[in-house]
C-alpha cells in the first residue's frame, strides 16, 4: 500500500515531490512550512498542503552552478531558501539544489544552514537523503543533494486518510532503523522534529528521513521551545515558551498547536536532547497516520481498526513522562515485530490453563494417574521444544533472546535456554544493563531448580563470571568503528564484585570443565576489589604474588580462546600490571625472568589475534606498542641495588601509601590508586 499511496497522489515523480523536495535534508524542511503550519479542528481537516507544481521561473533558473549543475525549475520554495531541480552536467544525473537567500537583516542564516548542511554530510544512512556537494558564489550558498521521489507522509494522511495498520508499522520499522543509527552514533543525534512534514515516502513505499533544521547532538546543551507542538515531546517546551509561540504563530520551529503537557503549564526540567524525544514523535507520527487525527487533540482511537497491541505501543511511545516511554527505537522495533506475541501467548495461555483444569478433573475420577503427569510434561516440553526452535531459527537476536525467555518459563530447569542468552549477550561485545536485568532475573527467580542440575548450574554461574569480567558496561561493543576504550578501560564499578560473586558461586558449584578458571577470576576480581585497601592499610603483602601467579593462569587460558575480546583484555591487564605493580611483584618475590616470561606470553598473545574492527585494532596495537615501556619498567624495579629481593625488613609490600613523603622504606615512590585507565583496566 505504501507505494501507492505515494503513486496514487499526482500525475509525475516530479510534481509529486512538489514542496517536499524542498525538504530534503535539513533547513529545506521551510520550502514546505506553510503546508505542516497549521492543524486543529477535525482530525486532520485543516492541514494545508501546497499544490507540488513545478514553477517554471525563478531567481536563479538555467543557471549553471560551480560549472556543472544546470538549474531546471523550481520544486519547492521557503523564507529563505528555493530547492531546485537540477542536472548534473557531468554526470547527467539529476540532483536537487537548494539555494538559500537570506535577507540582509538576517546574515546569520547563511552560516546557520552552512553549519547544518556540514552536520548532515557526516551521516551515511539509506534513509537519509545525501549531500554531495557545496556551492558559493554571489548568489549564496548552494547545497546539491540526492534527489527523492516521492511525497511527504503529511500528504499521503490529507489525501488518504487513515493507513492500514501493516504499512504504517512498516513505515515506522524504517523509522526506528534510522534513528536508532543518529541515537547509536559515537555523539549521539536527536532529530527532535519527526513529524508526517518531514517524512518522506517513495514510490517503493521506502522512507527518507528529511528536516535536521533542529537536530542536536546529545553532548550539547538544546533549547527548549524547538519542535512541533502535538508532535514534539512535551519536555522539549517550557510552559512559556509554548504560549508565546501559540501567541504569535511560531516556536522556533513550526507550531500545529501545543502540547498536553505544556497546555497544562507544566514546565519539564528533561534535556530535549535525550534519544525518548524522538520516541515521543514517533509515536505520535504512527498516531496520525492510523488515525488521520492530530495528536494535539489527544489520544482518540475511536472508529480506527487497529490491534490493541499496536495501540499500546503507540500510546506508550506517547507517554507525557519520558521514564515510561520505550528506552530507544530499538525497543520500539521489537514491540512493533510482536504486537502478535501477546495474543498468541494469551491463547497459549488459555490452552494450557483448559488442558490443566482437564488434568485435574480426570485426577479426581482416576486416582491422579501418572500417565496424565506424563502428559503434562509433554505438553509442557512440547511447548519448550517450539520456543527454543523459534530461538534458533531466528536471523534477529532480539527474537531469539525472547524466545530463550519463553523457554525458561514454559521449562525453568532446561539450563540451555539460559546459556543461550550468555552467548547472545557477548555476541556484539557489549553486556548492557538491559541484558543484565532479564539475564539476572530469570537466573534469581529459578535459581533454587538450576540448582540442582549440579555441573548445569556451575557452567551457568561461570558465564555469568566471565560476562561481567570482559563486557560489562562498555560505552560501545568491542570490535564497532565508533568509540575506542570500552570494555577494557570503562567497566562499572560494581562489575568485579559482581564477577567474584558468580564464580565463587561457580567454584562452589564445582563438576565442569572450567572450574579452575572460575577459581583464576574468582581470586583476580578479589584482588582487583580489595588491593587499594589493603595498600593503604598497609595489609597487601603475598597478595602480588598470588595475583602474578593468576595472571600466568589467565594468558594462558585466554590463549586456548578464539575470542579476540578475550584475548586482547587478558593481554592488555597483564600490560596494566605490569606497569603498575613490578616493584610490588619483586617485593613479593617474583623474579625478574617470570616478568619477562609473562610479557613476552601476553605479546605473543596479542600478536595471535586476529582483530575484529579498528577498535581492536587499536588495543592490538597498543599492547604491542607498550612493549618497551614495560620492560623499562620491569628493569627499573630491579635497579635499586638497596632493596633485597625477599623483602626483608618490609612491612607489607614495603609501601605506605598515606605516607606523606609518598615513599616507602627502602625510598622508592609507594604506588597508590593507579591512574583511572590502569585501575579500571585491571578491573
Given at each position: 500500500m505504501g507505494a501507492s499511496a505515494v503513486k496514487n497522489t499526482g500525475a509525475s515523480v516530479v510534481t509529486n515531490t512538489g514542496a517536499s523536495a524542498g525538504s530534503l535534508t535539513g533547513a529545506a524542511g521551510d520550502a514546505c512550512a506553510s503546508g505542516d503550519a497549521h492543524a486543529s479542528g477535525a482530525g486532520m481537516s485543516r492541514f494545508k498542503t501546497q499544490p507540488g507544481k513545478p514553477s517554471v521561473a525563478g531567481d536563479a533558473v538555467g543557471s549553471l552552478i560551480g560549472g556543472r549543475y544546470l538549474l531546471l525549475f523550481v520544486v519547492g520554495r521557503g523564507g529563505v531558501s528555493v530547492v531546485y531541480a537540477a542536472r548534473d552536467m557531468t554526470l547527467n544525473k539529476l540532483w536537487a539544489v537548494k539555494h538559500c537567500r537570506p535577507r540582509d537583516d538576517?546574515?546569520?542564516?547563511?552560516?546557520?544552514?552552512?553549519?547544518?548542511?556540514?552536520?548532515?554530510?557526516?551521516?551515511?544512512?539509506?534513509?537519509?537523503?545525501?549531500?554531495?556537494?557545496?556551492?558559493?558564489?554571489?548568489?549564496?550558498?548552494f547545497v546539491v543533494m540526492d534527489y527523492v521521489e516521492g511525497v511527504t507522509l503529511r500528504t499521503i494522511i490529507i489525501d488518504s486518510g487513515r493507513q492500514p495498520a501493516s504499512t504504517v508499522v512498516e513505515w515506522a520499522l524504517q523509522l526506528c532503523d534510522v534513528l536508532e543509527y543518529l541515537h547509536g552514533r559515537k555523539t549521539p543525534v536527536v532529530h527532535r522534529d519527526i513529524k508526517p512534514g518531514n517524512i518522506m515516502i517513495t514510490p517503493e513505499g521506502k522512507v527518507r528521513l528529511i528536516d535536521f533544521g533542529i537536530a542536536h547532538e546529545r553532548s550539547g546543551?538544546?533549547?527548549?521551545?524547538?519542535?512541533?507542538?502535538?508532535?514534539?515531546?512535551?519536555?522539549?517546551?517550557?510552559?512559556?515558551?509554548?504560549?508565546?509561540?501559540?501567541?504569535?504563530?511560531?516556536?522556533?520551529?513550526?507550531?500545529?498547536?501545543?502540547?498536553?503537557?505544556?497546555?497544562?503549564?507544566?514546565?519539564?526540567?528533561?534535556?530535549?536532547?535525550?534519544?525518548?524525544?524522538?520516541?515521543?514523535?514517533?509515536?505520535?507520527?504512527?498516531?496520525?497516520?492510523?488515525?488521520?487525527?492530530?495528536?494535539?487533540r489527544g489520544v482518540d482511537w475511536y472508529g480506527v481498526a487497529c490491534d490493541r497491541a499496536l495501540r499500546q505501543v503507540v500510546e506508550r511511545c506517547m507517554e507525557d513522562d519520558p521514564a515510561k516511554r520505550f528506552a530507544s527505537c530499538a525497543h520500539v522495533a521489537y514491540a512493533l515485530k510482536h504486537c502478535d506475541d501477546g495474543a498468541f501467548q494469551a491463547s497459549v495461555r488459555r490452552r494450557w490453563r483448559g488442558f490443566v483444569a482437564t488434568v485435574l478433573a480426570a485426577a479426581v475420577v482416576l486416582g491422579a494417574s501418572p500417565c496424565f503427569a506424563a502428559a503434562a510434561w509433554h505438553v509442557r516440553n512440547n511447548d519448550y521444544s517450539h520456543w527454543m526452535t523459534v530461538a534458533g531459527l531466528s536471523a534477529d537476536a532480539h527474537e531469539s533472546w525472547q524466545a530463550y525467555r519463553y523457554a525458561i518459563h514454559a521449562s525453568p530447569t532446561h539450563t540451555e535456554p539460559y546459556e543461550e542468552m550468555i552467548r547472545l549477550a557477548k555476541a556484539d561485545g557489549v553486556f548492557d544493563s538491559r541484558e543484565?536485568?532479564?539475564?539476572?532475573?530469570?537466573?534469581?527467580?529459578?535459581?533454587?531448580?538450576?540448582?540442582?542440575?549440579?555441573?548445569?548450574?556451575?557452567?551457568?554461574?561461570?558465564?555469568?563470571?566471565?560476562?561481567?569480567?570482559?563486557y560489562a558496561d562498555a560505552d560501545d561493543a568491542c570490535g564497532t568503528d565508533e568509540t575506542t576504550d570500552s570494555c577494557w578501560a570503562k567497566p562499572r564499578n560494581h562489575a568485579m564484585a559482581s564477577a567474584s560473586s558468580w564464580m565463587r558461586q561457580a567454584v562452589d558449584a564445582g563438576g565442569f570443565e572450567e572450574l579452575d578458571s572460575a577459581q583464576v577470576y574468582a581470586d583476580m576480581a578479589d584482588f582487583s576489589v580489595q588491593i587499594v585497601q589493603r595498600a593503604n592499610e598497609g595489609t597487601d603483602k603475598g597478595l602480588y604474588a598470588a595475583y602474578f601467579s593468576n595472571l600466568e593462569r589467565m594468558v594462558r587460558t585466554a590463549a586456548d580462546d578464539a575470542n579476540p575480546v578475550?584475548?586482547?583484555?587478558?593481554?592488555?591487564?597483564?600490560?596494566?600490571?605490569?606497569?603498575?605493580?613490578?616493584?610490588?611483584?619483586?617485593?613479593?618475590?617474583?623474579?625478574?625472568?617470570?616478568?619477562?616470561?609473562?610479557?613476552?606470553?601476553?605479546?605473543?598473545?596479542?600478536?595471535?589475534?586476529?582483530?575484529?574492527?579498528?577498535?581492536?585494532?587499536?588495543?592490538?596495537?597498543?599492547?604491542?606498542?607498550?612493549?618497551?615501556?614495560?620492560?623499562?619498567?620491569?628493569?627499573?624495579?630491579?635497579?635499586?641495588?638497596?632493596?633485597?629481593?625477599?623483602?626483608?625488613?618490609?612491612?607489607?609490600?614495603?609501601?605506605?601509601?598515606?605516607?606523606?613523603?609518598?615513599?616507602?622504606?627502602?625510598?622508592?615512590?609507594?604506588?597508590?590508586?593507579?591512574?583511572?585507565?590502569?585501575?579500571?583496566?585491571?578491573?
Open positions: 538576517e546574515p546569520s542564516t547563511l552560516a546557520a544552514f552552512r553549519a547544518e548542511a556540514a552536520f548532515i554530510k557526516r551521516f551515511d544512512h539509506p534513509c537519509i537523503p545525501r549531500i554531495v556537494d557545496f556551492v558559493e558564489n554571489s548568489l549564496g550558498l546543551s538544546p533549547e527548549r521551545g524547538r519542535g512541533t507542538p502535538g508532535f514534539s515531546a512535551p519536555e522539549q517546551f517550557a510552559a512559556n515558551d509554548v504560549a508565546d509561540g501559540i501567541a504569535d504563530g511560531i516556536a522556533d520551529g513550526t507550531v500545529d498547536g501545543a502540547a498536553a503537557e505544556c497546555n497544562r503549564g507544566s514546565a519539564r526540567s528533561c534535556c530535549s536532547a535525550d534519544p525518548r524525544v524522538d520516541v515521543y514523535a514517533l509515536g505520535a507520527t504512527m498516531y496520525a497516520a492510523l488515525t488521520a487525527r492530530h495528536p494535539r543484565e536485568s532479564e539475564l539476572c532475573d530469570e537466573l534469581t527467580a529459578h535459581a533454587a531448580e538450576l540448582e540442582s542440575q549440579a555441573d548445569g548450574w556451575g557452567r551457568l554461574c561461570y558465564g555469568m563470571g566471565v560476562l561481567y569480567w570482559y578475550v584475548s586482547l583484555s587478558a593481554a592488555w591487564q597483564i600490560v596494566v600490571a605490569l606497569q603498575v605493580y613490578p616493584r610490588h611483584f619483586r617485593y613479593d618475590a617474583i623474579t625478574l625472568e617470570r616478568m619477562r616470561a609473562l610479557e613476552s606470553q601476553a605479546m605473543q598473545l596479542a600478536l595471535r589475534t586476529e582483530a575484529i574492527g579498528r577498535k581492536q585494532a587499536d588495543m592490538k596495537a597498543r599492547i604491542l606498542h607498550a612493549a618497551d615501556d614495560l620492560r623499562a619498567a620491569m628493569e627499573q624495579a630491579f635497579s635499586d641495588p638497596g632493596a633485597g629481593m625477599d623483602g626483608a625488613g618490609m612491612d607489607g609490600a614495603g609501601m605506605d601509601a598515606k605516607s606523606e613523603q609518598g615513599r616507602d622504606r627502602h625510598g622508592e615512590e609507594s604506588v597508590t590508586e593507579p591512574s583511572a585507565e590502569m585501575a579500571t583496566a585491571l578491573r
